[in-house]
């Protein structure tokens, strides 16, 4: 059979795209770590700025309105305490009641003129009538019946956002005598919101407790406004910590700091928060980005066009080596029909070393698995080395000062168990990686007498938090009295901590793993199962599963060792391992036998 005519112009093709591709990337490379750089510098840089000079600015505002909030609040305070010790110690009589009111009258005027923020006062007694003032609408027993003060919600009148602040009127010797009642105009905040210097895009956001804008710097009007939580995250951050801070999210910028001033009465919270677009605040590394890529598009141009005339001079003299290539991957007569390339320097040569190919495919291809097989065991090898190297000095270490921590500590002592625990899991290891390096290495493997039971109550015990994550849980069937299996203890507990590993990874979703124990046929083996609840293992696979590298599991999820390690164990121990359907056909079942101490 002959290769088709255009294998030939695929090479080339090919070739020539490999070539535009070298020169492409030789071209962008450099342009793509410099512009990413530059980008990521130029980025960074300005996250950091922004994010500085935003909170610098919001603390200057937050400073400011604090401060003015603050001082009205305080004022209505110590006016109050002021006019309850007037009005608290003497018996009333007509005079003295003239007098009060006239004194009342003239706090009231000193505080409306003080105080622009004001727009209306009054002053009630502890019945709740109106004593002097403005009449204002308080919800009912509203600082009355809590010591302290009272912020109510934000009302909005005529367009503009006002809120009720009560204060109590109480004497030096803390008798309640009334309580006053001021109605703060917020329109100050926006005010001051519109002199800030803003960047490019930027807005200010002043919003209550509930995040219902109070002010905001981009004029649109803030009455009849609902709340921004729901469906701005820097509002939600600002409103849920006492910290300043950002965010960054659908594409906006935006620092967030408390107001203090409201914070302290009732539990209510203010916020201010500046929000701007990432491409006006990141304007100049957007800048950057888009000159990169103008710059790496115009070199792919010119690489393209170089490099599509050096890849046809090159690739046109190869044609003829690409035919010969599959006349040789043929075989039989297509190659004999094919004439071995003729050429001077490199080409020559590399007709030369394909006639040699040719010989040699045969003798390779009756290699090809003795190879594969001494690269497998080569791997084994250096795995095994790395690990005893890398690991058994520091267990080494970790089990010496376990025992010698051990030896000062009384039975009784609190510590004892997790240092005993220490030392036997480091031990555990050290033959652990003592049984991969015999992995290769012939042995009897009978040493020992072990009780398996425990060995599996242990085995569970140590994996039972690792598969409580993916809500795997273990259901041991022990049969009581056991005889002692003939194997190292150590390495009876690898075969069962692998096993029951994988029957865990069977099952992503969850299920139970069961465990079983029982005396085998005859009385002469221990019968140990582990079934699953997972998808279990098709049949044609069976004969597979403990070959060296084959795993049924995802990309670098397995190694395929784990199964040949533990065949290799039981077979040390004189043992069988079988692999059969679970329960009704439901998930795979893994039996082990070991021959018992007669």
Not at 195 to 206: C, D, P, Q, S, Y
Not at 493 to 521: C, E, H, I, K
Not at 548 to 555: I, L, M, N, S, V
């Amino acid at each position: 059979m002959s290769a088709p005519p255009a294998a030939a112009g695929r090479a080339g093709s090919s070739l020539t795209g490999r070539v535009l591709l070298v020169l492409a990337l030789a071209v962008a490379t450099p342009t793509i770590i410099v512009g990413t750089l530059a980008i990521n510098r130029a980025r960074a840089s300005l996250e950091e700025e922004v994010v500085r000079g935003n909170l610098a600015l919001i603390r200057a505002l937050g400073a400011s309105l604090d401060r003015t909030l603050q001082n009205a609040r305080r004022e209505l305070g110590s006016s109050a305490a002021a006019w309850a010790d007037q009005r608290s110690g003497a018996p009333a009589d007509a005079a003295r009641e003239r007098a009060d009111a006239a004194a009342t009258e003239r706090l009231l005027r000193r505080l409306r003129r003080e105080i622009p923020l004001f727009a209306a006062l009054s002053i009630i007694d502890v019945e709740g009538e109106r004593v002097a003032g403005d009449a204002i609408a308080i919800p009912a027993g509203a600082g009355a019946g809590t010591f302290g003060g009272y912020i109510g919600d934000i009302t909005f009148e005529e367009g503009v956002p006002r809120i009720l602040v009560v204060t109590q009127a109480r004497s030096r010797t803390g008798e309640l005598v009334g309580v006053f009642v001021a109605k703060l105009d917020l329109g100050f905040v926006a005010d001051t919101l519109a002199e800030a210097r803003l960047g490019k895009g930027a807005r200010l956001l002043v919003v209550d407790g509930q995040g219902v804008p109070v002010a905001r710097s981009d004029g649109e009007p803030v009455a009849g406004a609902t709340s921004l939580r729901a469906g701005n995250p820097a509002v939600n951050r600002a409103l849920g910590s006492a910290e300043e801070g950002s965010v960054e999210a659908g594409g906006t910028v935006a620092v967030y700091r408390n107001l203090s001033s409201f914070q302290s009465l009732r539990g209510v919270r203010w916020a201010i928060i500046l929000e701007q677009p990432e491409r006006d605040a990141y304007a100049l590394a957007y800048s950057v980005t888009q000159d990169t890529v103008t710059a790496l598009i115009l070199s792919l141009l010119a690489a393209l066009v170089v490099g599509s005339a050096l890849a046809t001079r090159l690739t046109r003299p190869l044609h003829a080596l690409a035919e010969r290539a599959d006349a040789i991957a043929v075989g039989g007569s297509q190659l004999a029909a094919t004439e071995p390339v003729q050429g001077p320097g490199e080409i020559g040569w590399l007709s030369q070393r394909l006639e040699d190919m040719a010989r040699r495919l045969g003798e390779r291809e009756q290699l090809k698995e003795a190879l594969a097989r001494g690269d497998r065991l080569a791997t084994v090898g250096t795995m095994s080395a790395s690990v005893a190297h890398e690991i058994n000095n520091p267990l080494t270490t970790v089990l010496g000062y376990a025992k010698l921590l051990l030896e000062d500590k009384p039975d009784e002592h609190a510590d004892r168990f997790g240092l005993e625990l220490i030392a036997d899991e480091a031990a555990r290891m050290q033959d652990i990686v003592r049984n991969l390096l015999d992995y290769s290495r012939s042995s009897d493997g009978t040493s020992g007498a072990s009780d398996v039971n425990q060995l599996v109550e242990r085995t569970t015990a140590l994996l039972e938090p690792q598969v409580k994550k993916s809500h795997v849980e273990f259901d041991l069937d022990l049969a009581p009295a056991l005889p002692r299996a003939r194997a190292d203890a150590h390495g009876l507990q690898q075969v069962f901590v692998n096993l029951a590993q994988n029957a865990a990874d069977a099952m992503p979703d969850g299920g139970t793993v069961r465990v079983q124990t029982s005396l085998g046929p005859g009385a002469t083996h221990v019968v140990v199962g582990f079934t699953d609840e997972g998808p279990g293992i098709d049949e044609a696979d069976h004969s597979r599963v403990f070959d060296p590298f084959y795993t049924t599991k995802g990309e670098g999820k397995g190694t395929g060792l784990g199964l040949a390690v533990v065949k290799h164990l039981v077979g040390q121990a004189g043992g069988t391992i079988t692999l059969e359907d679970g329960d009704d056909g439901v998930g795979a079942c893994f039996k082990v036998m070991i021959p018992i101490i007669e």
